[in-house]
Nanobody
């Protein structure tokens, strides 16, 4: 069992930066793939970024590649999402998730546990 709690919600201007954190409890965190998804009003939840259990592999959605960076600290059971050069279209509720299948890393079905989400709002 893994419980996930996101933090770092905020309102920023376009071009600004924000760092999200996701604290995990449970013994399986270090062996879990961790991902970030987001959901804008009226839209489906979409994949943002993922990181392998050891941190050596990462994968990003095309829309955020080069602007967002996912990282993890297994000693602190925490995964991070550094978001730079934010755009109004990045406005959404951001969710972290834990899973075990790199083959399904971009799919919601690939994740077993989800956080409650944290709001990110980017003003133009």
């Amino acid at each position: 069992q893994v419980q996930l709690v996101e933090s770092g919600r905020g309102l920023v201007q376009a071009g600004g930066s924000l760092r999200l954190s996701c604290a995990a409890s449970g013994r399986t965190f270090s062996s879990s793939i961790m991902g970030w998804f987001r959901q804008a009003p009226g839209k489906e939840r979409e994949f943002v970024a993922a990181i392998s259990w050891g941190g050596s592999n990462t994968y990003y959605a095309h829309s955020v590649k080069g602007r967002f960076t996912i990282s993890r600290d297994n000693a602190k059971n925490t995964v991070f999402l550094q978001m730079n050069s934010l755009k109004p279209e990045d406005t959404a509720v951001y969710y972290c998730a834990a899973g075990h299948s790199w083959a399904a890393v971009t799919e919601k079905i690939g994740y077993n546990y989800w956080g409650q989400g944290t709001q990110v709002t980017v003003s133009s």
